[in-house]
């Protein structure tokens, strides 16, 4: 299984941005998404989930600016991201919690994707 992460870039303080997770391979279910970032210095921090009922849940510092959603035809998840701010500016990752099949058995794994910058200028 792998997981596709897409959509960071430079951005005007202010601006948007979609960022992607395309989760794909082997017969699995999806239990949740998450988005982290970690920026120059700093440690990772949990940006935003999302559970396979599609409840979701923030981080203080982006709630009200960044919203988490998936696609469940398309095992994919999305970070809206808008009135980005400098501080905003890191390496966006995306993983997900997955229940995997193996013969007739399911297994639990964890499986993150690469980063995607995001730059905020401002």
């Known amino acids: 299984v792998q997981l596709q992460a897409s959509g960071g870039g430079l951005v005007q303080a202010g601006g948007s941005l979609r960022l992607s997770c395309a989760i794909s391979?082997?017969?699995?279910?999806?239990?949740?998404i998450y988005w982290h970032r970690q920026a120059p210095g700093n440690q990772r921090e949990l940006v935003a989930s999302?559970?396979?009922?599609?409840?979701?849940n923030y981080a203080d510092s982006v709630k009200g600016r960044f919203t988490i959603s998936k696609d469940d035809a398309k095992n994919t998840g999305y970070l809206q991201m808008d009135n980005l701010k400098p501080e905003d500016t890191a390496v966006y990752y995306c993983?997900?919690?997955?229940?995997?099949?193996?013969?007739?058995?399911?297994?639990?794994?964890?499986?993150w994707g690469q980063g995607t910058l995001v730059t905020v200028s401002s």
């Open positions: 391979g082997s017969t699995f279910i999806i239990a949740a």
């Open positions: 993983n997900a919690d997955l229940s995997v099949a193996s013969g007739s058995a399911w297994y639990p794994k964890d499986v």
């Open positions: 999302i559970s396979s009922g599609g409840y979701t």
